[in-house]
């Protein structure tokens, strides 16, 4: 794709994918079930564009940003994307955006992305201010996303703040080839956390199919020390929840996920507090920071419904 001076609009998703001939996602899913289906039909139509954007063509598991799209709630209706429609009808960036039951009155962004060739011209602007008004007209007050540092003065300058500093942080595991585990595990765990050492959230776990949602017991199986729910991402294991059962130190659980998990696994946790007394832990059990993000916020006035 090359840069011309034909200009683009910005159109709720569904609508983008109907004029890119993509077929058409509901705008109003009427189930569960037609939701996820839908977040993984745009997710598709836009995986190409996404690995030009970010520059990873080649390196990513097919399907990922489908996956990404059902896993953070994706919803056609609210996210946006800019289309050229000359000489045919290509997309030059995206605005996703979801929805988590559990917070009903925030949106979450699952990515904002504009095609290399086509930075610099007010598309991510555009995408940007359509995202927040299909916000605010679905009666939602907050908009969330997550962004790396060096984007911080793009987002300030249009009204976000920071809310808080995450960081990914990966060690390996050392366990036997053969780790059991739980699969289709729920949320809810057999035995009452003690302690909470990481919570991403429920909604994103329930969105995610059967197969990806793994349970390991940490400690005896018949005296558990603890649990992690962790789904596979390409050859790593991503954890979602760490909680301990007993009063154990948070090394402790620390050690015991590693050798509960196949040896030579990255072991990604998600999200750490930029600043707390677990990345202390973290430091010091062999694990590093991989990947920081800023959690920017802004508040977003709910516009009267159009008749
Ligand atoms: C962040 C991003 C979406 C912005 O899209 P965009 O279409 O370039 O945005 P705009 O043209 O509306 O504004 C870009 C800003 O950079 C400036 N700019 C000028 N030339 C530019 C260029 N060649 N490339 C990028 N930005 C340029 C613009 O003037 C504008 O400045 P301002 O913030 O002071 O107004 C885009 O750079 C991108 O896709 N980056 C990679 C993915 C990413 O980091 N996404 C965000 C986290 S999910």
Same mark, same amino acid.
């Given at each position: 794709m090359s840069a011309n001076p034909v200009g683009s609009e910005v159109y709720p998703a569904a609508e983008a994918l109907n004029l890119l001939g993509c077929g058409r996602a509901d705008? $109003? +899913? $009427? !189930?569960f079930s037609d939701s996820l289906q839908a977040a993984a039909h745009l997710g598709t139509h836009l995986a190409s564009l996404a690995g030009e954007i970010f520059g990873h063509t080649q390196t990513r598991e097919p399907g990922w940003l489908a996956r990404k799209c059902v896993r953070e709630g994706v919803d056609p209706g609210l996210s946006q994307v800019a289309v050229s429609t000359s000489p045919t009808p290509q997309a030059l960036g995206y605005f996703l955006i979801g929805r988590r039951p559990t917070t009903p009155e925030t949106a979450w962004t699952a990515g904002l992305g504009v095609h290399p060739n086509w930075r610099g011209q007010g598309i991510g602007s555009r995408l940007l201010a359509a995202g927040e008004q299909a916000v605010a007209a679905a009666g939602m007050t907050k908009l969330v996303l997550p962004a790396p540092r060096e984007r911080l003065g793009f987002y300030r300058g249009r009204g976000f703040a920071r809310q808080r500093c995450i960081r990914t942080w990966m060690g390996f595991a050392h366990g036997p080839s053969d780790s059991p585990c739980v699969t289709s +595990?729920?949320?809810?765990?057999p035995q009452a956390p003690v302690c909470e050492l990481l919570a991403w959230s429920a909604d994103v776990w329930r969105r995610m199919s059967a197969s990806r949602r793994l349970r390991y017991t940490l400690?005896? &199986? %018949? %005296?558990?020390?603890g649990f992690a729910l962790c789904s596979p991402e390409g050859r790593a294991l991503l954890c979602h929840r760490l909680v301990a059962v007993?009063?154990?130190a948070a090394s402790v659980v620390i050690n015991l996920l590693l050798q509960a998990i196949p040896v030579g696994t990255p072991v990604l946790l998600y999200p750490? &507090? $930029?600043? !707390? !007394?677990f990345t202390e832990v973290l430091d010091d059990s062999c694990f590093a920071p991989i990947q920081t993000a800023e959690e920017l916020i802004k508040t977003v006035l709910v516009t009267a419904a159009q008749p």
């Open positions: 705008q $109003q +899913a $009427q !189930s +595990a729920p949320w809810e765990l400690g005896p &199986a %018949n %005296n558990p020390v007993q009063p154990v750490v &507090a $930029q600043v !707390s !007394s």
